[in-house]
């Protein structure tokens, strides 16, 4: 019994400590009113992307039959990349990045909107399970190996996309990934990368989100439907199809487990890492020293470059391009 009182008190502490859980939290109640009516991030670079020849998005029906939209950019590459955007979007603003290469040759690119986000299908903002974004990752894969028996497989992350590819590495659900490609990614509220201030980007409701997670350690799933982010979106830059809210299964399917070093150390392929000097919400120099004890990863830092101009920064997808050439 005692035991059993140490781990739920262990896990709500963790839980209390989410106030950086997907992208990033606002850490600081008095602060988050002001946060909300701050522009968190730079997005001038993704408002100068050029979407002439965006491919419409094809299908993929997960397990559970609901439909998940992806975007293919074909190349005679063996290598494929599964590319999965952060928290809040969709996989469009990988679009620069995807044409660059597939149009070189280095590789076919699949570009997924996850469920509840985009032009797919499921509820705005939620899953039915902690753990189903893994789920569709694998039926996405699954399909690429159908159709491509002889592909190398590469999960592609931005920040929270990120997180979801370091949780789905952890989980050991997505055999035989080749690679990691993560860019600025969302390693926990705990890890020395996540700002303290997190930028603004959204307010967590860490009194529910305590008692929800009490309530799961008890063996209770009920109430993991309910918000418990919302996201701070500017009403001028809000699109029609944007996610301003997350549930707690949603939230928690979203980012790595909090035993990080489990996690990054199922990371059995190459890893790359990229982030920018300017990132609004990870201090870009910790990256290295939080990851490279647990995994072989090569981490770049590319001076100037913020959190959402990462996607589309030509440097970046030179990297990119030169990391997938050696890859084994």
Do not use: C
């Amino acid at each position: 019994m005692k035991l059993l009182i140490g781990l739920l008190i262990s896990l709500v502490t963790g839980v209390a400590l989410l106030v950086g859980t997907l992208d990033v939290w606002t850490s600081r109640a008095a602060g988050r009113a002001a946060a909300a009516e701050k522009r968190v991030y730079d997005r001038s670079d993704l408002q100068r992307i050029d979407y002439s020849g965006l491919p419409a998005p094809t299908t993929i029906t997960a397990r559970d039959g609901t439909p998940l939209a992806v975007r293919v950019y074909d190349s005679p590459s063996s290598i494929v990349v599964v590319a999965i955007h952060g928290s809040s979007g969709n996989g469009q603003y990988y679009h620069p990045l995807a044409r660059h290469l597939s149009g070189r040759g280095k590789a076919t690119v699949y570009s997924i909107d996850l469920r509840g986000h985009g032009a797919s299908g499921g509820r705005r903002g939620d899953v039915d399970y902690i753990g189903q974004l893994e789920d569709d990752l694998v039926d996405v894969v699954a399909m690429v190996r159908r159709e491509r028996p002889a592909a190398r497989i590469v999960l592609l992350g931005h920040s929270s996309g990120g997180g979801l590819a370091v949780r789905a590495a952890g989980g050991g659900r997505v055999p035989g990934v080749a690679g990691y490609i993560l860019l600025a990614p969302y390693l926990g509220p705990e890890a020395a990368t996540t700002k303290p201030d997190s930028g603004g980007w959204a307010t967590a409701d860490i009194p529910k989100i305590v008692d929800i997670a009490t309530r799961t350690a008890m063996g209770d799933s009920s109430g993991q439907g309910a918000i418990v982010v919302r996201f701070n979106v500017p009403a001028d830059e809000a699109r029609a199809d944007q996610v301003l809210a997350y549930s707690y299964r949603m939230m928690m399917s979203y980012s790595p487990r909090r035993d990080l070093g489990h996690d990054l150390t199922a990371m059995r392929g190459a890893v790359l890492v990229l982030v920018g000097e300017r990132d609004e919400s990870f201090h870009a120099e910790r990256y290295a020293p939080t990851i490279v004890p647990y995994t072989k990863a090569t981490v770049t830092v590319l001076p100037g470059v913020t959190h959402l101009g990462l996607v589309v920064n030509r440097r970046a997808a030179d990297e990119i391009e030169a990391w997938l050439g050696a890859l084994p």
